[in-house]
């Protein structure tokens, strides 16, 4: 696959946004095994822009690792410094699944009561809430009320 060219403006903004990322792929003494290959691709497809640290001491070698990588999984390379590589790739669009008739489902709420005696402890109750249920300020749980309409509204229709 070609690596995407990016023109030094937009590569100066990438480096920028990736220089307080923290290294999330880490190349060992192996090299660029298929695990490696598999990590990093993961992680372009959860971030777009991620830092790899090689842990190999000749330069030559890490450029050709740095150029593998940006060839191999279709990103861009941003800069090369040290030991660390960073690429970037733009990530992809995800599906999500909307279902129209879902309502919304029971949540879980701590409430504390607290005892009339001043020394004890609150006791801790977890309720759950429905979805048309509500949670009162005394932490009782009451049914939601139906849609009000007023007066002038109801005389309308």
Do not use: C
Request: hydrophobic share 40%; charged share 30%; proline share 6%.
């Amino acid at each position: 696959m070609p690596q995407i060219q990016l023109s030094p403006a937009q590569r100066k903004v990438h480096r920028s946004e990736a220089h307080h990322l923290d290294p999330v792929v880490m190349v060992g003494g192996d090299g660029l095994t298929a695990a490696v290959k598999k990590e990093a691709d993961a992680a372009l497809n959860a971030h777009g822009l991620i830092k790899v640290r090689v842990f190999v001491d000749e330069r030559a070698a890490r450029e050709a690792m740095f150029q593998t990588l940006a060839d191999e999984l279709n990103a861009a390379p941003i800069q090369h410094i040290g030991k660390l590589l960073v690429l970037w790739r733009p990530v992809p669009e995800r599906e999500k699944a909307t279902d129209e008739d879902r309502m919304p489902g029971p949540r879980d709420f701590k409430v504390l009561k607290y005892s009339k005696r001043g020394g004890q402890r609150p006791e801790v109750k977890t309720l759950r809430v429905l979805g048309n249920q509500r949670l009162t300020a005394g932490g009782q749980v009451k049914r939601a009320k139906p849609k009000q309409i007023s007066i002038k509204k109801r005389s309308q229709t």
